[in-house]
């Protein structure tokens, strides 16, 4: 507020005090796994049975309305020329909520690909989310390429879920 004397004063409750983060959740694995799961290239949702699951992070929201900020980063290979396809998973639910996919050409070497999603909290109980990562063709290399693990395990996928108020 502006008085008439030209004195500005700040409220101490900001206007708008929406998207203040209330808990910060992370899970990171820098250690090399395979996996031979594979995941479509085509036009139907990715299933919980597909792929390889690679990470797994569990989460109490404060408040049902609030919302959830999900950020994966997904560091790997295939053997083969093929699409790397990683999928967000929410407690037992069959079909992704959500996925990307990165083209890659045998020989390439190594991907970074992330997956944000932002939703509405709804639940006030624990939920799990799960990131899959499928290929459909050749074999999966988690943080490592050819079934090797690169960069000394410094180089990890992630997932980190934040609450966030509306």
Do not use: W
Request: with cysteine.
């Amino acid at each position: 507020a502006i008085a008439s004397n030209g004195v500005v004063t700040f409220s101490q409750t900001p206007v708008g005090a929406g998207g203040a983060v209330v808990q910060v959740k992370n899970v990171q694995r820098g250690d090399m796994i395979t996996g031979t799961s594979q995941i479509a290239a085509d036009d139907t949702i990715p299933q919980q049975s597909e792929g390889t699951e690679i990470l797994t992070l569990e989460i109490t929201p404060t408040s049902a309305s609030n919302k959830l900020l999900i950020e994966i980063i997904f560091f790997g290979s295939s053997s083969a020329t093929s699409v790397l396809t990683p999928c967000l998973f929410q407690d037992s639910t069959a079909g992704a909520i959500a996925s990307v996919t990165k083209y890659t050409e045998e020989g390439t070497g190594t991907a970074t690909i992330s997956l944000n999603h932002y939703m509405t909290a709804g639940t006030t109980s624990a939920t799990t989310f799960k990131c899959r990562v499928g290929v459909n063709a050749g074999t999966l290399t988690l943080n490592g390429y050819s079934g090797t693990r690169k960069l000394g395990g410094v180089a990890s996928s992630s997932m980190t879920i934040s609450e966030v108020t509306p």
